[in-house]
C-alpha cells in the first residue's frame, strides 16, 4: 500500500515513497493511500474519555526512550547493540536490514518481544508494564488502565457554565440534531422534532436532497415527498460514498447510490449540501426555542458521529464536508481555535452506549463481560461488539469487533411493503405509493408479529376512483392486508436477516456475549425485539432504551423532546457526552432514568496478534532448542533465524489515538541502499506467544516495503559515512481502532508515512 510518502512538514519532502505495503499473493498491489492532513484543517478526534471523571494524560506514543545501545554502534566491533530498557526489564535491541546489506544480521528484525501480553504468557518486555504485573485485557499504558478499574491521574475539570453543546445524527436514511446546556431544563438533551415540510412533530428527517441544475431545491421531506420533475435530480442514500465498502472499490458500486450525481457535484458536495441546510434551519429552530439567544450558539461545540466501521479516510471525508457546510464559523477575527469547535470523537455506537447505560442495565456489567450494539437503522444494521474494562465510576469499554450490513435496515421493509401493494393493485402513481409508505411508518413500530396475524391492518388508497375489490381486500378506499401477510411477506424476512446477522457475529468471538442492546430507529419494534430475545435466550442481558409513551400533537414540547426511545439513542447519546466532556453532568446518578452523569471511555483491542520473523543475535536458549537456526554472518556474530517478535498480541487494550512505538537500526552500505522489506504475519492464538516461527500458527497478512531515502538522518549519515557503511535509527509505529490496524514510519517524532495494515471489517 502507498503510504502518504511526506512528513507532516511541508519542508520535508520526497517524490520517493517511503513505505508501500503489497499482499502475499500479490506482493506489487498497491492498495489505497491514507488520508494526508488537509491544509489548515488542526482538528483531531477528541480523546474518548470523559473530563467529568477521572481521565488519562494526554495521549503519548507508547516509546522506547533514550538510546537504545548505550553506544553508537560504530563502537561495537561486530555491531552488537547493547539490550534497550523497558521500564527496568532488559531485551534484545532490534537491528533492521535487508538480506543483501551485508549487515551485522544479515536481514529484517523488528521491535522487541511482546507489546502486549494476557494472563502470564508473554515473552520478553512489555512497554511500560513489567511481564510480571501482565493481566488480562490490561491497557499498555500500564497497571493504571488495566480491568481492575484502578484511576489514572487527572486534572479536575473546568466546568463551562452555561456554554452549548450540539449534536447531528448524519444518518444514512434520517438525520437528527440535538443539543443541550446546563442552563437550559436543568442539562437534560433536547432535540429539534418541528422540521420544514410537515406540521407534525419528527425527532429526524429524511437524509434526501432535491436538486435544480446543481443548485440545492429542496431538502428533507420536501426532497423527499417532491414529485419528479423535468431538470430536477433526486439524492439519498448520499452517506454511503464515505462507507469502507465504497472508498475501498472492493465490490461493484452499492445501487442505491446516486447516480449520475447533480452538475457539478462531487459526493462530498452532496454531504455538505445537506449538513448545510440541516444545520441553518436547525440553528434558526434552537434560537427560537431557547428565546433569541443567537449568542449562545456562536460558541458552541458542534459534534458528529460516524458509524464503528468507517476507517480513517471516512472520517477525514466527513470532517472536510462538515467543514464545507460551515458547521463551524469563527466569531471574529480574534477567534484563531474556531475549528476546534468541531468534533468528530465518538462513534455513533459509543454514543448509543453512553446513552443505554444511562437508561438501562448495562452499566451492570462486570470488567471482562461483553456486550453487542446492534442498531437496527434505516439504511443498515450495524453491530458494534465491546468488553467491558471496568464500570464503576467509569463505564470504559474496548472494541471487539464492528461491521455494517446495509442489506437489512428498515427501509427494505418498505421495499417488501411497497412490492405487496402493487402486487395486489398493479402499477400505482407516485403520491398512491407515497400515502401507502406514509401510514405504514406507523404500522412498521406497533407491528407485533405472530401476536398481530389475526389483525388486520388498514391503509388508504388516495386514488377514489378505484372501485372496490374485496379479493384482494380494497373496501370503501381502505386497502386491508392481514397482519399474518404482513409478517411472512414483509417483515420476515428482514428480521430473519438480523437474526443471521447477530448469530454469525457471535460465532466469530471467542467468548459469549453478556448483553446485547437494540437500538435504532427499527430497534422500537416489538416483533424484532422478541425474536432476538426468543433466538439468543443464552444472553443473560437483552435490553433496550424503553420506547417513548405515544405523545399527541396538543402535549407540550417538553414532554416530546424528553423521549428517550431506541430511534434516538445515537443522537441523544452524543449530547449527553458532549454535555459531560464540559465537565457539567445531566443527572443524578446511573441507571435511575433521571438523567444520570454516566461517564464512558473507549479503547480498541487488538483482534489477533500482528507477528514478524526477524534475526536476532543467538542465546544459548537457541543454541539448544533450535541449533538449525544458528548460523554466522559476514560481521562474524553468530545469529538465530525465525525468531518471533510481537508487533500487537491479540487482546491488547490501547486508547484511542496512541502509537506503540519501537525503535529500530538498519546498516545500509551505501546511500543507495535506503530500503528494507518485512513481511508481516496474524496470530489466532490468543493463549501463548512464541519464540519461533515453527511454533506458531501463522498467516501471511502482509509484505512492508520502506524507503529511509527521505529521512534528514539518513541524509545526514549518507553524507558523511566517508565511502563506508552507516547507521540509520527510525521508529515503526502501531495504531489500532475499531475499524483498522496502521503502521506509521517516524524519525525523530515526524511522521514520514503511513500504511493501513489491515481493515477490521
Not at 504485573?133 to 497497571?143: E, F, K, M, T, Y
Request: charged letters at 20%.
Amino acid at each position: 500500500m502507498s503510504c502518504c510518502g511526506t512528513a507532516r512538514d511541508a519542508s520535508h519532502t520526497s517524490a520517493t515513497p517511503l513505505m508501500t505495503m503489497g499482499t502475499s499473493r500479490n506482493p506489487g498491489a498497491v492498495t489505497n493511500t491514507q488520508p494526508s492532513p488537509s491544509p489548515g484543517l488542526n482538528i483531531a478526534p477528541v480523546p474518548f474519555v470523559l473530563p467529568t471523571l477521572t481521565q488519562p494524560p494526554p495521549v503519548q506514543s507508547a516509546s522506547h526512550h533514550g538510546s537504545e545501545y548505550g553506544v553508537q554502534p560504530s563502537q561495537w566491533g561486530v555491531n552488537h547493540p547493547t539490550s534497550p530498557t523497558y521500564d527496568g526489564h532488559r531485551g534484545p535491541a532490534p537491528l533492521l536490514s535487508p538480506t543483501h546489506t551485508g549487515s551485522a544480521f544479515g536481514q529484517v528484525s523488528s521491535p522487541a518481544e511482546s507489546i502486549h501480553g494476557r494472563a502470564g504468557s508473554v515473552r520478553g518486555s512489555v512497554i511500560g508494564v513489567p511481564p510480571s504485573s501482565i493481566h488480562r485485557g490490561q491497557s499498555v499504558l500500564g497497571p493504571a488502565a488495566s480491568l481492575r478499574g484502578k484511576q489514572l491521574p487527572s486534572t479536575p475539570p473546568v466546568v463551562e457554565e452555561g456554554r452549548f453543546v450540539v449534536a447531528i445524527d448524519f444518518g444514512t436514511t434520517f438525520s437528527g440534531v440535538a443539543y443541550a446546556s446546563s442552563r437550559i431544563a436543568g442539562g437534560a438533551v433536547q432535540q429539534v422534532l418541528k422540521w420544514p415540510g410537515s406540521i407534525e412533530l419528527h425527532p429526524k428527517i429524511p437524509t434526501c436532497l432535491l436538486y435544480e441544475q446543481g443548485d440545492v431545491l429542496a431538502w428533507g421531506l420536501e426532497a423527499k415527498n417532491a414529485q419528479p420533475m423535468e431538470g430536477t435530480t433526486k439524492c439519498d442514500w448520499f452517506k454511503l460514498f464515505l462507507s469502507p465498502r465504497t472508498l475501498r472499490a472492493q465490490a461493484p458500486p452499492d445501487a442505491r447510490l446516486p447516480s449520475p450525481l447533480p452538475p457539478g457535484k462531487e459526493p462530498i458536495d452532496l454531504i455538505a449540501d445537506y449538513l448545510g441546510r440541516l444545520w441553518e434551519y436547525a440553528k434558526e429552530q434552537i434560537i427560537r426555542e431557547i428565546g433569541g439567544d443567537a449568542g449562545a450558539l456562536e460558541t458552541a461545540d458542534i459534534w458528529l458521529t460516524t458509524p464503528a466501521s468507517w476507517d480513517a479516510e471516512g472520517r477525514s471525508l466527513m470532517l472536510e464536508a462538515a467543514l464545507r457546510a460551515h458547521l463551524v464559523y469563527p466569531s471574529g477575527p480574534e477567534n484563531r481555535e474556531w475549528k476546534g469547535r468541531l468534533k468528530l470523537g465518538i462513534t455513533e455506537s459509543e454514543a448509543a452506549a453512553v446513552h443505554c447505560a444511562h437508561l438501562t442495565d448495562l452499566y451492570r456489567l462486570r470488567p471482562s463481560q461483553s456486550f453487542m450494539i446492534v442498531d437496527a437503522g434505516g439504511g443498515s444494521v450495524d453491530l458494534t461488539t465491546y468488553r467491558t474494562l471496568s464500570s464503576i465510576p467509569t463505564l470504559e469499554i474496548g472494541s471487539l469487533s464492528a461491521l455494517s450490513d446495509p442489506t437489512c435496515g428498515s427501509v427494505h421493509l418498505d421495499w417488501l411493503f411497497l412490492d405487496l401493494v402493487t402486487g395486489l393493485l398493479g402499477r400505482l402513481d407516485g403520491g398512491s405509493l407515497a400515502g401507502f409508505l406514509h401510514e405504514f411508518q406507523h404500522a412498521k413500530t406497533v407491528f407485533r408479529g405472530l401476536v398481530d396475524d389475526d389483525t388486520t391492518f388498514q391503509f388508504t388508497y388516495l386514488d377514489p376512483s378505484s372501485p372496490d375489490d374485496p379479493d384482494i381486500g380494497l373496501t370503501n378506499g381502505e386497502l386491508c392486508i392481514p397482519g399474518e401477510r404482513l409478517r411472512k411477506e414483509v417483515f420476515d424476512p428482514i428480521v430473519d436477516k438480523i437474526l443471521h446477522l447477530i448469530e454469525t457475529t457471535l460465532k466469530t468471538l471467542d467468548n459469549p456475549v453478556d448483553g446485547l442492546v437494540l437500538v435504532g430507529g427499527f430497534g422500537g419494534n416489538e416483533y424484532l425485539f422478541n425474536r432476538i430475545h426468543a433466538h439468543f435466550s443464552q444472553i443473560p442481558l437483552i435490553t433496550r432504551p424503553p420506547p417513548p409513551p405515544s405523545q399527541s400533537q396538543s402535549q407540550s414540547r417538553t414532554q416530546v423532546s424528553t423521549e428517550e426511545g431506541p430511534e434516538s439513542a445515537t443522537l441523544r447519546g452524543t449530547a449527553r457526552f458532549a454535555l459531560q466532556s464540559l465537565g457539567k453532568g445531566t443527572g443524578t446518578g446511573p441507571g435511575t432514568g433521571t438523567g444520570g452523569a454516566v461517564g464512558i471511555g473507549s479503547m480498541g483491542i487488538a483482534p489477533r496478534s500482528y507477528v514478524m520473523k526477524v534475526k536476532l543475535p543467538a542465546e544459548p536458549a537457541d543454541e539448544q532448542l533450535r541449533p538449525a537456526y544458528i548460523s554466522t554472518n559476514s560481521a562474524g556474530v553468530r545469529v538465530c533465524e525465525n525468531r518471533l517478535q510481537y508487533l500487537l498480541v491479540k487482546g491488547a487494550v490501547m486508547r484511542k489515538g496512541q502509537r506503540i512505538t519501537t525503535k529500530f537500526c538498519k546498516y545500509s552500505t551505501s546511500p543507495n541502499d535506503s530500503h528494507f522489506p518485512a513481511t508481516l504475519y496474524t496470530s489466532p492464538d490468543a493463549s501463548n506467544t512464541y519464540r519461533y516461527a515453527d511454533e506458531a500458527s501463522l498467516s501471511d497478512l502482509c509484505k512492508w516495503h520502506v524507503d529511509l531515502a527521505a529521512l534528514p538522518s539518513f541524509k545526514q549519515n549518507a553524507s558523511t559515512a566517508s565511502g563506508g557503511g552507516f547507521y540509520t535509527e527510525f521508529e515503526l509505529g502501531v495504531e489500532l481502532d475499531c475499524a483498522e490496524v496502521r503502521g506509521i514510519l517516524l524519525s525523530e517524532g515526524q511522521e514520514w508515512g503511513r500504511v493501513v495494515f489491515e481493515y477490521l471489517n
